[in-house]
């Protein structure tokens, strides 16, 4: 009788075991309303947010009234030496370099030190005024990804299709969060002009970041997603609570049958 009572009590142990293990729903939905009654703040548009920083590439193209004056300035090559057409237009790559200058056709270096891409177009067009006076500046930023690892299905570096995608959008390129993902504490490290960066950890299950400062991602931002305890006992994505507790039954059955 004591010998059954132990054996009663370790598989009573093993149960609370795998059920502390078992990840419960709050941790798996996305956008929960913690706090139905809040108002959204407005959205950001990184556009103006993200600053300039060495190594990236800006595409630009210079137009005026003048077809000729247009063409002559947008036939010199940046050091990359790339072009892309838009409807019509060429627009050439510029790299920016360790001092945050790009080398300009005729123009010559551009400082863009603490430009973001408003900032960047006005400070070209005010460089080329010695050359032309009614420049229209068109200034994309060339390179545009981030990066993603940790409980993501298809981690690596991932390429922006446009200039500013969303939390969510970044993590569906990714092929979504395993079911080991820790939504609760998402960590976005996003470098700086001086060498450093900022980290912030944020929670995707809740509604909130919808109408926060991290609900966009910026180039060059470094996405972690922890896993949770859940993991460390091995227990497979198929692997439900069903199954162990059909597992303790047939082993409970077993256990008395042979008694």
Same mark, same amino acid.
């Given at each position: ?12 142990? =093993?149960?609370? +075991?795998?059920?502390? #293990?078992?990840?419960?729903?709050? %941790? ?5 309303? *913690?706090?139905? /009654? ?99 500046? =068109?200034?994309? +930023?060339?390179?545009? #990804?981030?990066?993603?690892?940790? %409980? ?5 570096? *991932?390429?922006? /299709? ?98």
């Amino acid at each position: 009788m004591i010998k059954f009572k132990c054996n009663v009590a370790w598989l009573s142990l =093993i149960l609370i +075991l795998f059920v502390a #293990s078992c990840i419960p729903q709050k %941790e798996l939905l996305y956008l929960q309303e *913690k706090e139905p /009654d809040m108002e959204f703040n407005p959205l950001d548009q990184i556009t103006g947010k993200y600053f300039l920083q060495p190594n990236d590439y800006l595409y630009i193209r210079i137009s005026t009234f003048d077809p000729k004056i247009s063409e002559f300035f947008n036939a010199g090559q940046g050091s990359s030496g790339n072009s892309i057409q838009t409807v019509g237009n060429t627009m050439f790559m510029y790299l920016i370099d360790d001092d945050m200058n790009i080398d300009f056709p005729y123009a010559g270096k551009i400082n863009l030190a603490g430009c973001n891409l408003p900032m960047a177009k006005e400070k070209i067009k005010e460089d080329l005024k010695p050359f032309i006076k009614d420049a229209n500046v =068109i200034v994309q +930023l060339g390179t545009k #990804s981030y990066v993603i690892l940790g %409980e993501v299905r298809s981690p690596g570096q *991932k390429s922006m /299709d446009k200039d500013q995608i969303t939390i969510f959008e970044a993590i569906g390129a990714a092929g979504d969060l395993t079911v080991f993902g820790k939504k609760r504490e998402v960590k976005i490290v996003r470098p700086k002009n001086d060498g450093t960066a900022d980290t912030y950890v944020v929670d995707i299950t809740d509604h909130k970041i919808v109408g926060s400062e991290y609900y966009y991602i910026y180039p060059n931002d470094l996405i972690y997603v922890r896993p949770m305890k859940a993991k460390q006992f091995g227990i497979g994505e198929s692997f439900s609570l069903g199954i162990i507790t059909s597992l303790l039954a047939l082993g409970l059955t077993i256990y008395t049958i042979t008694k």
